[in-house]
């Protein structure tokens, strides 16, 4: 492909080069009409020429255009197959991994279904829980991520292990599954549960965008925490999947993991800490002496599914500017 771009180059310049040879043999004519005609004609490429002999004594110059045509080349193949829309919406190809030790485990189709629309519901903003926003967040609140899911492949694997601890499940060799091109394809590990170094189960794990490609890149969620239909009550509409693909878009959790820390969101207010089950609302919180209302109906809260149905403007720009082109994740968007 580089060769036939810099063939074409080549070509070009010859081109350009036989254009100016034969500009010199009209100027020796001198008539007016010619010289008229030959003014007209130097307004016209100069850019492109001065370009191709840059190109020619510069190497460096030279892939930089190379590279520049390829992404060009793909970002238009990518809009042709619909997988980058042209309002900027990005589509995430997910590959869901299923490791069951009995068949309530061995998630359907349709489960995984329900699961995908959750999260193209949530993520465009046009979950039906969306007007119970309260009035005071209404102008801080997402709308549409442009972030879209689009079920690429599920890997199912039958397994005695009934209970796991950290990555073990993304690894074949310790009888995971290993992750299908962790760079271009978000992974969702099913399994029947996990518990934490001091025993604690655990609703769902992912990893930052920082470990984009990496063999654990992904999201884990136990069976009983992933779609809707047989899920595990209070957990049961798909919510932790938009949770933990928070955190893979580079989501913080909304209370900033410390007393009063930062999510690095302007617009989520600082809250103390994370809340848990349905808070009622108005619930304030008093950080470095100004009392807030707090923002626990944020999908990076720890409340139950039916509690939690929005994300803020701020955190919607975060999550973009993981999927562009420049991103962290943008291979997300070349497959
Ligand atoms: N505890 C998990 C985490 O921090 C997930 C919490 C999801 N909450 C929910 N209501 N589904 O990643
Ligand atoms: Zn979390
Ligand atoms: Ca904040």
């Known amino acids: 492909m580089k060769k036939l771009l810099f063939g074409a180059l080549t070509l070009g310049l010859m081109a350009a080069c036989t254009n100016d040879s034969m500009t010199n043999q009209n100027e020796t004519q001198a008539n007016e009409q010619a010289l008229l005609t030959e003014s007209t004609q130097k307004r016209e490429c100069a850019s ?72 193209n519901a949530d993520y465009s903003g046009t979950n039906t829980d969306i007007s119970k926003v309260p009035t005071e967040f209404q102008s801080v609140k997402a709308g ?66 920082e470990s984009a490609g990496l063999w654990n890149d992904g999201v884990v969620i136990p069976a009983p925490y992933f779609g809707k239909t047989g899920a595990a009550a209070n957990f049961n509409l798909g919510r932790t999947a938009t949770h933990e693909v928070g955190h893979y878009l580079n989501l913080r959790h909304i209370w900033g993991d410390a007393k009063c820390g930062d999510d690095l969101v302007a617009d989520t207010p600082t809250q103390t800490s994370e809340n848990y089950n349905t808070p009622s609302y108005p619930l304030y919180n008093r950080c470095s002496g100004k009392n ?43 497959y």
């Open 48 to 119: 492109e020429e001065i370009r191709q002999e840059a190109l020619l004594n510069n190497p460096e110059l030279r892939q930089k255009y190379n590279e520049l045509e390829t992404n060009t080349e793909k970002f238009s193949q990518n809009i042709k197959l619909g997988k980058v829309l042209t309002d900027g919406t990005v589509e995430i190809p997910v590959v869901v991994n299923i490791l069951y030790s009995n068949a309530a485990e061995n998630l359907s189709d349709a489960r995984i279904a329900e699961q995908i629309d959750v999260l």
């Open 144 to 209: 549409d991520v442009k972030v879209k899911f689009r079920l690429a492949n599920t890997v199912r694997k039958s397994t005695t292990t009934t209970s796991w601890v950290k990555d073990t499940m993304k690894k074949s060799a310790n009888g995971g599954i290993d992750a299908t091109s962790p760079a271009n394809y978000l992974n969702i590990w099913i399994v029947g549960k996990v518990v934490s170094s001091t025993g604690k189960t655990i609703l769902g794990y992912a990893t930052f965008p």
């Open 292 to 334: 807030r209302s707090v923002m626990f109906m944020n999908y990076m809260d720890y409340v139950n599914d039916a509690a939690m149905f929005m994300f803020s403007a701020g955190q919607k720009a975060r999550m973009q500017s993981v999927v562009a082109a420049s991103g962290a994740r943008a291979g997300l968007r070349v």
